[in-house]
């Protein structure tokens, strides 16, 4: 039985961030934890592109436009949409999700889904480096690994 496995190691690869404006509060944290977390794993600053977008229904055509330059090795998109009074939550949540992994699926490389989906504001700030953890140093992570595990299928 093969099986693979990829380790943590960003040495070399390059990574754009895209990250929601909206919710600065919230989203300047999961920028914090993933830049963290890509350094943790050997990325230096040379590597790593962030690019602010207004919102998260934004996100994917930011991302797009990123996967079809070519220069990337995975895109990590990062935003907090926080339920409201209105239905708009939904539409947004849904429309961000897809759009992530249709950009994915269509470019061929990691696109990853770092976008916190919350309740109310509390529930942000815990997946955002409180007792949650960071969803930002978790979408770091998964990059890494989809980046090396994806290296070594032929």
């Not at 849904?94 to 269509?106: W, Y």
């Amino acid at each position: 039985m093969k099986v693979v496995e990829a380790v943590l190691n960003a040495e070399g690869k390059r990574f754009a961030i895209v990250v929601s404006r909206f919710n600065t509060f919230i989203t300047k944290r999961l920028l914090d934890g993933c830049c963290s977390e890509l350094r943790r794993h050997l990325a230096v600053d040379e590597q790593i592109e962030v690019y602010w977008v207004p919102g998260a229904y934004e996100i994917p055509l930011a991302a797009q436009r990123l996967a079809r330059a070519k220069r990337f090795d995975a895109i990590i998109c990062l935003a907090a949409v926080i339920r409201g009074e209105t239905s708009h939550f939904e539409y947004v949540a849904s429309e961000c999700a897809k759009g992530i992994a249709q950009v994915s699926l269509a470019g061929g490389l990691p696109v990853i889904f770092g976008v916190i989906t919350a309740e109310n504001l509390e529930q942000a700030i815990e997946r955002a480096g409180s007792k949650g953890g960071n969803k930002g140093e978790d979408a770091a992570r998964t990059a890494v690994e989809m980046v090396n595990v994806l290296a070594q299928i032929v």
